[in-house]
């Protein structure tokens, strides 16, 4: 009962920073669904933190635990697989010939299931998004209304912001995995908008980074109108942002570390917005041999 209680204390303090530890697959089930909450660190300027803590709405269910190993070990078997046979449990020359491939597309709520939206509601904001199926189920209708309006905290100081994002993928035993994108040199998308600018985000986990998860950036300038457009953005064209900060540094995006994918828009526009997005893929252009588009500076130069 004590190693019991231990495990769950150090479950309640160490739940933000350690969301990807080893054993919450195995001890995620035995708590209730409060603990989603110990993910979420954003709180209303001015209001009382919860005073009852994490441990004390712990509700155990050692079979969903038991259930729940024998998923992560049939996952764990199957990644085992995939990697001795190739890349995807492809052969290895298929791998490396491949040209195009869909890695996201949208013809059914499954396929929805996969992303997430967000908007500024969640610091007090009053933009609304929402996405659902487009016409046919051929497409991923993302709409609804930007709202500029600042919340009255104090606090903020701007507002107006809706997003979709990819969800991670997630290896067996909750192990972070990623895309490898190094054998293509740009993303593919088929859209259809409204004329209103769109930001698109990759994020990367690169190996020897200052910051972690780097966000790289490219804004999209939609046409307008009742048809589809195809839009080709060589990786070399996003640019390196941080968040929250001035841009301090730019370098070639980790084609090998991408953790997901997400559009935002943040015009300062008040009003109705609307982006259907038909498939996002991948290209390898070999007409296409630009690196990085923008200039790199050396930090600490010799002199």
Known sequence: MALTTALLNSASLHGRCCRHNFLHPLIGPLFSDSMSKLYSSYRRPGSEPEKKTSWKNVDLSFKKSF???KTQLSL??????????GPGGRPLNEYLLEQ???????????????WVISSDIEIGGKSEVYLRLGRNNQAALLYGTLNTEVPRDGETKYSGYCSMRAKPLVGSFAR???????????????VRGDGRPWMVNIYTDPYFSHQKDDLYNYFMFTRGGPYWE??????????????????DSQHPIWLDKICTLGFTIGDKVDGPFQLEIDFIGLLNDRAHTEEFAYELYEKNPKV
């Open 176 to 190: 972070r995995k990623y895309y490898d994108w190094s054998n293509f040199n740009s993303l593919y998308l088929r």
């Open 76 to 85: 764990l078997k199957e990644e085992s697989k995939e990697y001795l046979i």
């Open 100 to 114: 195009t491939k869909v890695v996201w597309e949208f013809r059914s709520q499954e396929d929805l299931n996969k």
């Open 230 to 247: 195809e839009i080709k953005i060589p990786f070399s064209k996003f640019f390196l942002s941080s968040r929250g900060r001035v841009q």
């Open 67 to 69: 259930k729940v190993l």
